[in-house]
């Protein structure tokens, strides 16, 4: 004799033979009373026994209730485990993410993936921390899942959308003769040889084409693949920078560095989330630019653009 019985029966009755109670199985499953007993008269009848029994106001399982309820919590653990091996299959919760940032996002880039990997704790993540320039290679290559950068990136077709403010400031040492005075000129760095970025660098992009736009003379002193070198560059002197704000967090903090008050700064920038167009993102790389464009800005906590150390 093959049995007509369905899921639903099975899950309804599994709650009851829980709770021994129609009330409360209807209020677990959001349904109404008379539906989860029709879902039982209907099981019971398939079966062919009774499951329940009524003594006085109390409801016991009978011994073939007993064995239905044993089947069915098996049945329902086997439906969850369906359900993890497919959402595993569709890459869920689970799988792999490829994610390049460009060197200067790498300051809060650790700290997103951090969080993200908190809720997705079976993602194994590849962070790869590269320059602009490399960051357009690997996006031509069709290699990295997404890209954090500034500009998008030209000569690659992609989508992008900016998630988050990426001011660019100018950096000098605590004691040096500038940190007091207020609304400096750009002019006045026309003689000036900062210490830069390498070339392929976006930052040092960006200031280039911030001081062309500006028709102010832009001269370029020692060259540093490194934030941190430039950052410990001016400290000890050898020249002003400017650099994103995102890597100042920990100078600001500890007096170690000043942001110098120039007209026409900080230049303004945004970090921006890229994918190669019509790449089709696995749902990991979905939940992560979902994440990045809604909870960045949450979990990433801007110096004040105001502190200056004297
Ligand atoms: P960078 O990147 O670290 O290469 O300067 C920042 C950017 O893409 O603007």
Not at 276 to 295: D, I, W
Request: charged share 25%.
């Amino acid at each position: 004799m093959a049995l007509n019985i369905t899921f639903r029966q099975l899950k309804v009755f599994e709650s009851a033979g829980r709770h021994l109670s129609y009330t409360r199985t209807a209020e677990e499953l959001h349904l109404s009373q008379p539906a989860v007993s029709m879902q039982i008269k209907q099981l019971e009848e398939s079966v062919g026994l009774p499951l329940f029994e009524q003594i006085g106001k109390k409801m016991f399982l009978t011994t073939a209730g007993r064995e239905v309820l044993v089947y069915s919590q098996s049945i329902g653990h086997l439906l969850e485990e369906v359900e993890v091996v497919l959402d595993e299959l569709k890459g869920g919760s689970s799988g792999t993410l490829a994610i390049s940032v460009a060197t200067t996002a790498s300051h809060f880039a650790t700290r997103l993936l951090a969080d993200f990997s908190k809720r997705y704790e079976n993602v194994t993540i590849s962070l790869d921390i590269t320059n602009r320039k490399s960051l357009q290679r690997q996006l031509a290559d069709n290699l990295p899942d997404l890209v954090i950068m500034g500009q998008p990136p030209e000569g690659v077709e992609v989508e992008s959308e900016a998630f988050m403010v990426n001011p660019l400031v100018m950096i000098a040492p605590t004691n040096h003769s500038l940190v007091n005075e207020t609304n400096i000129p750009l002019k006045h760095f026309e003689d000036e040889h900062f210490v830069v970025r390498e070339s392929g660098s976006g930052t040092r992009g960006a200031i280039q084409r911030s001081f062309d736009e500006l028709n102010v003379s832009f001269h370029t002193g020692i060259e540093m693949s490194s934030n941190e070198a430039i950052k410990q560059a001016v400290e000890a002197g050898l020249g002003l920078g400017i650099v994103s704000i995102h890597t100042l967090e920990l100078e600001l903090e500890t007096k170690r560095l000043a942001i110098l008050d120039v007209n026409d700064f900080p230049i303004q920038r945004h970090w921006h989330i890229v994918q190669r167009s019509g790449k089709r993102l696995t749902p990991v790389a979905q939940a992560f630019k979902r994440f990045v464009l809604e909870e960045a800005e949450k979990f990433i906590r801007l110096p004040n653009l105001t502190t200056e150390i004297v």
